[in-house]
Structures are given as structure tokens and as C-alpha cells.
T-cell receptor, first 110, second 114 residues
Framework: DAKTTQPTSMDCAEGRAANLPCNHSTISGNEYVYWYRQIHSQGPQYIIHGLKNNETNEMASLIITEDRKSSTLILPHATLRDTAVYYCIVRLGSNYKLTFGKGTLLTVNP | DAGVIQSPRHEVTEMGQEVTLRCKPISGHDYLFWYRQTMMRGLELLIYFNNNVPIDDSGMPEDRFSAKMPNASFSTLKIQPSEPRDSAVYFC????????????FGSGTQLSVL
């Protein structure tokens, strides 16, 4: 699976949009981009995933660049409960192994 | 559904003792994963099962670790003998083929080996 690069930490004001970047320059054509988050002392939680097109669900939006070498997870109106480590993961659809990196610690401030 | 259920939530034991961690996956899920999380190494995949059969155990650190899945609703991760460096949070996760392979994680077992 392709390697990903994320900033170590980010801050965001409550109520504002949080934009979390991820670089995956070695991604191949049939690899998906997945986002998970881990709130302190809890297990990781699935957020969203995509292949080529931008995706949106009730939790977030995923913007994938046209060359697919990077993506951005958008939390449109961050709340204090969104404070967590966010993991960007690239994996083959047929590969059930999910490899977590260090992720980005997002801190939402009041 | 109650989600992935792990027990115990916390385990404190002494070095050399046997430790057994338990997991009940979500009903209907055919894949089960065991992960370990430490500050130093982050989240590591130890082993995963498909239809109760171990598929990849390359992440199991050494022979002291073993995992079983006797049926579709139960799995165990055993450490014998335990060592202080095994102290970590152990997560179990499950998923179902054809659901975009979204993993559902349990709340984890915090293991402390003294």
C-alpha cells in the first residue's frame, strides 16, 4: 500500500471548518483513500473513503486532487468533540490489511 | 447491534502470567482483526481472520502470542508468558466483505504487565 504523509498536529477554532491534508504521491490507480479518527481512549472510527471522486457523508467531505497524489478531509463545522487523531490510509480494495501511520492530532479550541 | 465487544476493559498482571483477551465481533461480519497500540509504535496489525481462519499473522511479535477464532462470534488473543513490554492497548475490529471494508473497532483492552 502507498505511504501517506500528514502533519503531526493542527488547531482549529470551534465552529470553523477543519481541513486536514494528506499526501500520497505514490498511490496507484486502484488504491483507495480512507480516513479514520481516534478519540482519546477509544478505538478508531471510520469517517469516509474515496477512489477518484470527491465524497461527502454526514461526518465529513473528502476532496481528492485530480492526480490523486493528495487529499483533504474537511470537517465543515468543527466541534470540541472532533478533537482526535485523524489517520489517512491508502489501501488496495482487495487488501483487508489496514496500516495506520502516525496521523494528525486535531485540536479544536473553544 | 452492540458493536465489537472486548473484554476485559482493563487487565493488570504480573510478568510471567498468562493473559487472555476476548473479542466478540459484530454479528454477520466475516473478518476479524487484532491490533496493538503503543506510544512508540502506534497501531500495529497483529493478525486477522476470515471466516474463522487466520489469514495473516505476520504481525504477531513472537511465539508468546497466539490467537484463535473457534467460531464466528468469538476470538481470543493469548500471551503466555507475559512481559512488561507487552503493555499496550489491544483492539479488536471486524468487517464484512462487500461493505467497502470499513473496520469497526472495539473499545480496546488496556493491558499492564508489571
Amino acid at each position: 500500500d502507498a505511504k501517506t504523509t500528514q502533519p503531526t498536529s493542527m488547531d482549529c477554532a470551534e465552529g470553523r471548518a477543519a481541513n486536514l491534508p494528506c499526501n500520497h504521491s505514490t498511490i496507484s490507480g486502484n488504491e483507495y483513500v480512507y480516513w479514520y479518527r481516534q478519540i482519546h481512549s477509544q478505538g478508531p472510527q471510520y469517517i469516509i473513503h474515496g477512489l477518484k471522486n470527491n465524497e461527502t457523508n454526514e461526518m465529513a467531505s473528502l476532496i481528492i486532487t485530480e492526480d490523486r497524489k493528495s487529499s483533504t478531509l474537511i470537517l465543515p463545522h468543527a466541534t470540541l468533540r472532533d478533537t482526535a487523531v485523524y489517520y489517512c490510509i491508502v489501501r488496495l480494495g482487495s487488501n483487508y490489511k489496514l496500516t495506520f501511520g502516525k496521523g494528525t492530532l486535531l485540536t479544536v479550541n473553544p | 447491534d452492540a458493536g465489537v465487544i472486548q473484554s476485559p476493559r482493563h487487565e493488570v498482571t504480573e510478568m510471567g502470567q498468562e493473559v487472555t483477551l476476548r473479542c466478540k465481533p459484530i454479528s454477520g461480519h466475516d473478518y476479524l482483526f487484532w491490533y496493538r497500540q503503543t506510544m512508540m509504535r502506534g497501531l500495529e496489525l497483529l493478525i486477522y481472520f476470515n471466516n474463522n481462519v487466520p489469514i495473516d499473522d505476520s504481525g504477531m511479535p513472537e511465539d508468546r502470542f497466539s490467537a484463535k477464532m473457534p467460531n464466528a462470534s468469538f476470538s481470543t488473543l493469548k500471551i503466555q508468558p507475559s512481559e512488561p513490554r507487552d503493555s499496550a492497548v489491544y483492539f479488536c475490529a471486524s468487517t464484512q466483505r462487500g461493505t467497502n471494508e470499513k473496520l469497526f473497532f472495539g473499545s480496546g483492552t488496556q493491558l499492564s504487565v508489571l
